[in-house]
Structure formats: C-alpha cells, structure tokens
C-alpha cells in the first residue's frame, strides 16, 4: 500500500509562527507535490520538487518555501505564518512517469 | 497544458450510469487525460488516464472523442460511495519535460438512493 504520511491532520499556529508541514513517501517516487485547498477554489500548487534539492514554484509561491534534502521527504515552510494561510494543505508523491499521484490525507492548519 | 472545463455540479441515482463530461478543445497531439476525484475530507484519487483509446479500469472507464477535443468518464453502477468531486485533467507526457499537475473545480457527483 503506498503510504504518503503528513506530519500532522489539524494543526494550530498563531500568527507571525515559523511552520513546518512534512511530508514523508514510502515509494521512492521522485516527484513531490504541495497544494492547498480552499472552499471555491479548489487545489492551487504551491510548489513541487522532481529530484532532491530542486524545487519549482507552482501558482501560488508567496509567503511559502519548501525544502527537499532526502528523496522521501518534502517540506512545506510558512515563514511568518498569516491568517490568510489557513487551509487544507495536501501533498502529493508521483513517479517520473507520471503515471498517478498519490495524495497524503492533508493538514488542515489553522492560524489565529 | 490545455485548459479544460467541466459541469459544477451532477446528479446521478444509485445503481445508475453516471456519465461525467469534460471539454479539452485545445488539447494537443500528445497530452494525456486523467481523471482524479476527491472524497470529501480526503486527498484526490487516481482514476484513470488516457490519450486517445478508451481505457476501461476496475472504477471508470473513459471514452475520449476521436478529434481529442472531449472525453466523458463513465461510473457503470455508481453507489453512494461514489460521491465526490471529480477533476479532469490534461496533461504532456514525461519526456517532453516535468510537467506540473494541475487541477480545476471539478464537478461535484452527487449519488442519490
């Protein structure tokens, strides 16, 4: 069964708090996705990585950066933490030949 | 990527076909269609993925039109379980460079007793 495990399903952060969302794969695929999704807007990429260390901007960057340093791991940085970051955060593991995502069950973070 | 658009919403009765219809006009000669959906609560699942032969799995099959400009993707028997959000997405295949995975809205299947 392919496992893709987010560090934490509800989280809560105050405003101004340096998050860390983790996300860890059991299946050695190399790409590596992180979302949010909001109500009405559906999932908007943040950022993905298709190899350890590199990382590209999705479609909604700002206020985020991501960290890659082993191939099984993903992280997904709030540097100052704002209200308008709370949401549903999904990562998402897929192998080179994009054949299927597989999706962890998310992090709802709530930032007060 | 091409863009695609599909209905908001769709009913469909328990025990049914449901037929989910999606428009990919500007889809190119080598761009795939997928399929996820998403339960709620929970992450998007993989359905199913083509490029232009129907493809029929364990869950859906997926009929795509012979010019490639829309496909529809087809639950036989829906149950209740199948209530969900499902997104089509078209997508280049690996070897024309990484390609970003894209969502839209969707459209929200909703099964009935």
């Known amino acids: 069964d392919v496992k893709v495990t987010q560090s934490s399903r509800y989280l809560v952060k105050r405003t101004g708090e340096k998050v860390f969302l983790e996300c860890v794969q059991d299946?050695?695929?190399?790409?590596m996705f992180w979302y949010r999704q909001d109500p009405g807007l559906g999932l908007r990429l943040i950022y993905f990585?298709?190899?350890?260390?590199?990382?590209e901007k999705g479609d909604i960057p700002e206020g985020y950066s991501v960290s890659r340093e082993k191939k099984e791991r993903f992280s997904l940085i709030l540097e100052s933490a704002s209200t308008n970051q709370t949401s549903m955060y999904l990562c998402a593991i897929e192998n080179a030949l994009n054949t299927e995502a597989f999706f962890g069950q998310g992090t709802r973070l709530t930032v007060v | 990527d091409a863009k695609t658009t599909q209905p908001p919403s769709m009913d469909c009765a328990e025990g049914r076909a449901a037929n989910l219809p999606c428009n990919h006009s500007t889809i190119s000669g080598n761009e795939y269609v997928y399929w996820y959906r998403q339960i709620h609560s929970q992450g998007p699942q993989y359905i199913i993925h083509g490029l232009k032969n129907n493809e029929t799995n364990e869950m859906a099959s997926l009929i795509i039109t012979e010019d490639r400009k829309s496909s529809t993707l087809i639950l036989p028997h829906a149950t209740l379980r199948d209530t969900a959000v499902y997104y089509c997405i078209v997508r280049s295949p690996m070897n024309t460079g990484f390609q970003k995975l894209v969502f839209g809205t969707g459209t929200r299947l909703l099964v009935s007793p």
């Open positions: 990585s298709y190899d350890v260390k590199m990382k």
């Open positions: 299946m050695d695929h190399e790409n």
